[in-house]
């Protein structure tokens, strides 16, 4: 007897595949459009004084060029983390740096919203990598206590950045992301502590990342201070026109003060670079 099979719903024709394809990349490619040409949710003092003044392709000149602060930055930090080969995270961070430097090229070049969105999230997610370089160097980066941290710091996060997205409230930004540095450096600065206090000279890479990102910080905030007053400097020669490329430099050099700090608690925990050898002695004799 012949068996009888069910029957089988017809295929999609060939035409229709690729109408529905084509529908989906037009409709992406829509969505980004409308993203290029949105504009960004801030604007700095070059934008406001000096907008395109040397192309007309580019909006803010300086600000843009002093991005090459974070690529020298990000390639000196992934070869050096290859070269050493430090955990994955510490070249995750400066790829991600070489992101942040190439979105935030684009974001004083255009001034528009895909720009800014490609500076600030790059940005975010290499905060979120800080806490992965520190995994196992103090008790709340340890398990089982680091599976809560994480997911406390990152929900926050999370939230953070749903409510900027929807509200385009920029402060809700830079709260999250001063939240991320705030909370992996105060842990980074009592990490291994048999290496000393806070104050001991083993940590002065850190307080170097912490004199950096104040100062650069401190000249980011008076930018925007002078913004908000309408106060922003007209010629290139007053000191203040320079806030934000100084930003960019010292946050370049911030991160790389930091970044060699968590690497050199790594090496000395692995029994690398010098200081291990007397680190595991240390731990033997108490």
Not at 75 to 96: Q, V
Not at 145 to 161: E, K, M, P, Y
Not at 162 to 191: D, G, N, R
Request: glycine share 8%.
């Amino acid at each position: 007897p012949h068996k009888i099979l069910p029957p089988q719903r017809p295929l999609a024709s060939p035409r229709r595949s690729v109408g529905r394809r084509m529908a989906a990349a037009a409709w992406i490619a829509a969505g980004m459009l409308e993203l290029w040409r949105a504009p960004s949710n801030v604007e700095w003092c070059e934008a406001k004084t000096h907008a395109y003044l040397h192309s007309e392709h580019v909006a803010e000149f300086w600000n843009t060029v002093s991005n090459s602060a974070f690529l020298v930055a990000g390639a000196l930090g992934l070869r050096r983390a290859l070269h050493l080969r430090l955990p994955w995270a510490f070249a995750y961070c400066d790829a991600m740096l070489l992101v942040v430097g190439l979105g935030s090229m684009l974001f004083h070049a255009r001034r528009n919203y895909i720009g800014e969105l490609l500076d600030e999230l790059p940005m975010s997610a290499m905060a979120a990598g800080y806490f992965l370089c520190i995994n196992d160097l103090h008790w709340l980066t340890s398990l089982p206590t680091r599976v809560a941290t994480h997911g406390i710091v990152f929900t926050v996060v999370g939230c953070g950045w749903v409510c900027y997205v929807v509200l385009h409230i920029y402060e809700m930004f830079t709260v999250t992301f001063t939240l991320q540095i705030l909370v992996v450096a105060l842990i980074s600065l009592k990490a291994v502590p048999e290496l000393g206090g806070s104050f001991c000279p083993s940590r002065w890479l850190w307080w170097a990342f912490f004199a950096a990102v104040m100062t650069g910080k401190g000249l980011w905030e008076f930018e925007r201070f002078l913004h908000r007053r309408g106060g922003c400097p007209a010629a290139a020669s007053d000191p203040r026109f320079w806030l934000h490329p100084a930003w960019h430099v010292l946050a370049a050099t911030a991160h790389t003060f930091w970044m060699r700090y968590a690497s050199a608690l790594v090496l000395r925990q692995q029994g690398r670079e010098g200081g291990g050898a007397s680190l595991q002695s240390k731990k033997k004799s108490s």
